[in-house]
């Protein structure tokens, strides 16, 4: 038997399978998620409420109009009646905590609209190597039911003949039923696996076919770009700016007001002004030790992000070693040898050296190692994937 390389197959299923096939790469996989899923449609409604609050927070207070009218109705008393303008003046630095809260908030949505877009890239490009793996499962099962068939095909001309006897004909009649199913069974994971890779980007999952091995790109070591960590950056910042917004508090603003007194007598008008600043009784300390407690929680829990990201990555890049490691072992060892030994021992069964169970032995020990060579890569793939979704990948 010719050695069949795992892309080959996935070729051969394409040929014999489907016309109409659509044939997709993973980085057009990625263009219609990242353009068309729900969740980055929100992200984006999200940022754009996060920099009108940006822009509001900075609008000074407005200014008050005050009407005021006394004696009226009373007897012997001139009625007076006076127009001023008022505003209220932060002394505290009101205005400038607002609007870092505000920028940090805004940085906030942004990293969220970023951890998004990660998530989904990586569950995009995991669902495509799941379909490229799918692919090659199926390619290999019809493999392994063409081949039952005909060894069922050649047995039973032998037991025609009475060279063998007529059980060796049952045996290959129900191996290659056994492959029927399991050729039924990758087909339904097959078709799963178009299903979710085109959930992605709420797309039609009929006749999608991965038509691209992914590549393997030099990928990053570090977390530190991570979106979630200068998420938790932002938080922190918007947290001392909340504390800031406390500490204002704690200072008392100053209210003037200047305005025109009339009187009914019809004397000339009068210049009126007024000056109002709380008595500062309560400082507000127990409010700013709260957001000062705020802040110190989140720098503890971006330092726990870190720590966590850290260890994940420490695990993808171990999953991706071992899984390279396996999928080199399984190219250039095991299936050269389950090949030369299926060929050998099916060149021995024609010559009558072997019997039929050493021919399923071989061809089963050869289609295990195929099988377990598209797992190890997919396993590659899901790792990389982890592993650059881990240092902030694809930005």
């Known amino acids: 038997m010719k050695r069949l390389h795992a892309t080959a197959l996935v070729v051969t299923f394409l040929l014999a399978g ?10 057009e996989a990625v263009r219609r998620a990242l353009a068309a899923n729900p969740e980055l449609v929100a992200a984006g409604a999200e940022a754009r409420a996060a920099d009108a609050a940006a822009r509001q927070s900075g609008r000074r207070i407005n200014p008050e109009v005050e009407l005021s009218i006394e004696n009226a109705g009373v007897e012997e008393a001139m009625t007076e009646t006076t127009v001023a303008v008022g505003q209220l003046f932060e002394l505290g630095g009101d205005r400038r905590a607002r609007i870092d809260a505000a920028t940090a908030a805004q940085q906030i949505v942004a990293r969220d609209a970023e951890l998004r877009r990660l998530e989904i890239e990586a569950r995009v490009r995991s669902a495509h190597a799941s379909l490229l793996a799918a692919q090659q499962q199926v390619a ?79 990928i990053g070591s570090a977390v530190d770009g991570h979106p979630e960590l200068r ?36 004397d000339g008008p009068a210049a009126v002004a007024a000056i109002a600043i709380p008595l500062p009784l309560d400082r507000n300390r127990n409010a700013v030790a709260a957001a000062l407690a705020r802040v110190e929680a989140a720098r503890s829990e971006r330092d726990a992000a870190r720590l966590r990201l850290s260890r994940d990555l420490g695990e993808a890049q171990l999953r991706r070693t071992a899984a390279q490691q396996n999928v080199e072992r399984f190219r250039t060892e095991i299936i050269p040898a389950a090949e030369s030994v299926h060929e050998a021992i099916t060149e021995g069964y024609r010559l009558g050296k072997f019997g039929y169970l050493e021919v399923l032995d071989a061809r089963r020990t050869l289609a295990q190692a195929r099988l377990q060579l598209v797992a190890a890569q997919r396993e590659l793939e899901l790792a990389r994937v982890d592993v650059e979704r881990l240092t902030g990948g694809w930005q």
Do not use: C, H
């Open 140 to 218: 290999i099962a019809r493999e392994n039911v063409a081949s039952a068939d005909a060894v069922f095909g050649a047995i039973r001309e032998r037991v025609a003949a009475g060279k063998v006897s007529p059980i060796e004909e049952t045996r290959a009649s129900v191996t290659a039923s056994m492959e029927r199913i399991e050729l039924t069974r990758a087909e339904a994971e097959l078709e799963s696996a178009r299903v979710q890779l085109a959930s992605t980007w709420s797309g039609n999952a009929a006749d999608l076919v991965a038509s691209e091995q992914p590549g393997t790109a030099a």
């Open 231 to 266: 998420r938790w950056e932002a938080v922190v910042a918007q947290r001392e700016a909340e504390a800031g917004i406390e500490r204002a508090r704690g200072v008392p603003d100053l209210r003037a007001s200047a305005g025109i007194r009339t009187y009914e007598s019809g």
């Open 18 to 27: 489907r016309t109409a096939a659509e044939q997709i790469t993973v980085s």
